[in-house]
C-alpha cells in the first residue's frame, strides 16, 4: 500500500465542475411530495353553484322592505323598529296575510352580516315565505 502525501503532477487540474448529484436527489424528494399532496389539497365536493342574476325589482304596495343600516340599526319602510322581538311579531302580523306578502331586505354595504341575518331569522321564524335582497346592478363594462 502506498500513500503519496506530496504533491504530485495530477494533482494541477482542478475539477471545476459542481457536484449536483445532492440537488438532482433533493429535487426528486420534492417532486414526489408535490405529486402526493397536491391532488389531496385540489380536492372539493362538487357542488353547483349558483349563478348570478339581476332581476328588475317589481314593487308592489303590499311588499315590505325592511333596511338595515351600517350601525345594524333596522327599519319597517322608514320607520325604526325599536327591536327584534317587535321586528317579529310585525313579521307575524304580516305572515297571515292571504296573499302574503314579500318582504325585501336592504343591507347597507358596510353592515355587520348578523344584523341582516337576524331580519331573515326574523322573517324564517315569522313564517315568511319569499324573501328577498335589493342589490345595486353591477356597473357595466364601457
Given at each position: 500500500m502506498g500513500m503519496n502525501l506530496g504533491a504530485s503532477d495530477t494533482d494541477e487540474d482542478v475539477i471545476s465542475s459542481i457536484n449536483t448529484t445532492p440537488l438532482v436527489d433533493v429535487m426528486l424528494v420534492l417532486l414526489i411530495i408535490f405529486l402526493i399532496t397536491?391532488?389531496?389539497a385540489i380536492q372539493a365536493v362538487p357542488v353547483?353553484?349558483?349563478k348570478e342574476t339581476n332581476q328588475p325589482t317589481q314593487t308592489k304596495p303590499e311588499n315590505i322592505v325592511i333596511a338595515v343600516d351600517r350601525d345594524g340599526d333596522v327599519y319597517w319602510g322608514l320607520q325604526k323598529v325599536k327591536g327584534s322581538t317587535d321586528l317579529l311579531n310585525r313579521?307575524?302580523?304580516v305572515a297571515v296575510m292571504?296573499?302574503?306578502p314579500e318582504v325585501h331586505v336592504r343591507g347597507d354595504s358596510e353592515a355587520r352580516y348578523?344584523?341582516?341575518?337576524?331580519v331573515v331569522f326574523a322573517c324564517q321564524r315569522a313564517g315568511i315565505v319569499k324573501v328577498g335582497f335589493i342589490t345595486e346592478p353591477p356597473?357595466?363594462?364601457?
Open positions: 397536491i391532488p389531496v353547483q353553484l349558483p313579521l307575524k302580523e292571504k296573499p302574503q348578523d344584523s341582516v341575518g337576524r356597473p357595466r363594462g364601457g
